[in-house]
Structures are given as structure tokens and as C-alpha cells.
């Protein structure tokens, strides 16, 4: 998956972060290193 | 604490009662409801002095994409994460092997799919300043059944651990804890 598909299955605002029970939209670095995940991810 | 146990008309006290049920095998810490397209959750206090050794179970709700490996985080560390998994693939039955070798995390002690989240690990001292060690039994996926066990090479004292898929955002599901009675 290209960088631009990443980011097109999922844009910023449909991806969360959840800490105990707070469910918030990522930050921007924390948006990036998720986007790079997907990007990186091999099958297994 | 050893069990009390009771005769026939005996009197029981809150106390000896409230013995017992902090005498049992597992104890339920907390349990944590994975909200809506979360890329990761982490569950924080669930580790303390009370107890050296915990369950983690993850089941119920999805991910986004089917079939992807669950992973462990403790705490902020990124480093230092060992551990073995060995397999067989179904269709071929030919040995699966992978490794975390001072990996980020342990990457695959859980399996995520479009059914379902699934996790049953078992760690050994987060919260002592000691290795903590994990063995999560099997991981199953469409395509493999996995043993794992391994360990993370620092002295480090937990209270939080975060779970992340490797692909896709999880929906649902439930992240419970429970602590091995201290006896």
C-alpha cells in the first residue's frame, strides 16, 4: 500500500487513539507513525 | 492466605469470607471497552504492587482488516522486546517461525480479525523491576496456530501496557486484567 492509499483508506479524523476510556483523534505525529504502519505492513 | 473452609451451621465472618475471595487464583482488575476505529488502546494502572503476575484477555469486537497480528507495548518502552513464535501453516502443514529480536514490541501475541479481537496472555513481573516475561499459549489466525513466549529485556517497572493491530483500527472488543494472587 502506497503512502497516498494509506491516507485515503483513512483519513485523519477516522482514526483514534484510546488511553483508558478516552477515545480522541491522533495527533499528528501519531497519525504519521500509523500511516507509515499501514504502508510498511507485510501480510503474515 | 490459604482458604478457610466451613463446617455445616458454622458462623461465616466478613472477614474470613473476605479472605477467601482475596485468596482466589485470578483477580479482576479492570476492564476496558475499545471505542470506535481506535488504531491502538492502552489500558494504564493495570499493573501495581499488588500482584507480581497477570492475565490480559482481548475478545469481542473487529478490525478493520481480517486476520492481521495483535501487539503488545509496555509502557513507553520501543526497545528490547525478544520472542520466539512457532507454528504450522494448515494448508501445508509446513513449520511457521518468526521472531522479535529487541523489537518494539512484542508483535504477535494476538490475533485481530474482521470477527473478532483475540488475546490470552499470561506476563511475568511487569510491575517488578525485574525481566518481564510473557507466554500467550497460541495465537490463531486463518492461516497458522502459533506458540509464543518471550520476554523483555530490561528492569523497568509497568503500570500500562497498549495494544496495537498491525494493520487496519479496531471497533468493539473488551480488554480485561486480572492479577495472580500473591500466596
Redesign the interface.
Known amino acids: 500500500m502506497t503512502y497516498a492509499e494509506a491516507v485515503a483508506m ?1 483519513p485523519p479524523e ?8 478516552l ?1 480522541r483523534v ?1 495527533t499528528p505525529a ?1 497519525y504519521e507513525a ?1 500511516i507509515q ?2 504502508v510498511d ?1 507485510v ?2 | 492466605m490459604a482458604i478457610t473452609t466451613y463446617t455445616a451451621g458454622e458462623i461465616l465472618t466478613a472477614a474470613s469470607l473476605n479472605n477467601n475471595f482475596a485468596s482466589g487464583g485470578l483477580q479482576f482488575i479492570s476492564a476496558t471497552t475499545i471505542g470506535t476505529t481506535v488504531a491502538s488502546v492502552t489500558v494504564s494502572a493495570a499493573f501495581s504492587t499488588t500482584y507480581d503476575n497477570y492475565k490480559i484477555v482481548v475478545s469481542g469486537g473487529t478490525n478493520s482488516t481480517d486476520n492481521v497480528v495483535l501487539a503488545l507495548q509496555l509502557g513507553a518502552t520501543v526497545t528490547g522486546y525478544y520472542a520466539t513464535y512457532t507454528g504450522v501453516t494448515y494448508s501445508t502443514a509446513a513449520a511457521l517461525l518468526a521472531a522479535d529480536n529487541n523489537a518494539a514490541n512484542f508483535a504477535r501475541p494476538g490475533n485481530a480479525k474482521t470477527n473478532g479481537l483475540f488475546l490470552n496472555i499470561d506476563l511475568i513481573s511487569p510491575f517488578l523491576a525485574k525481566n518481564t516475561f510473557f507466554n500467550a499459549g497460541a495465537t490463531v489466525s486463518n492461516t497458522s496456530t502459533r506458540l509464543c513466549a518471550g520476554y523483555l529485556d530490561n528492569t523497568t517497572s509497568y503500570t500500562a501496557f497498549t495494544l496495537t493491530p498491525a494493520f487496519g483500527t479496531m471497533t468493539g472488543g473488551t480488554v480485561r486484567v486480572y492479577g495472580y494472587t500473591n500466596s
Open positions: 483513512y477516522s482514526v483514534h487513539t484510546q488511553i483508558g476510556d477515545v491522533m501519531e500509523f504502519r499501514q505492513y501480510p503474515e
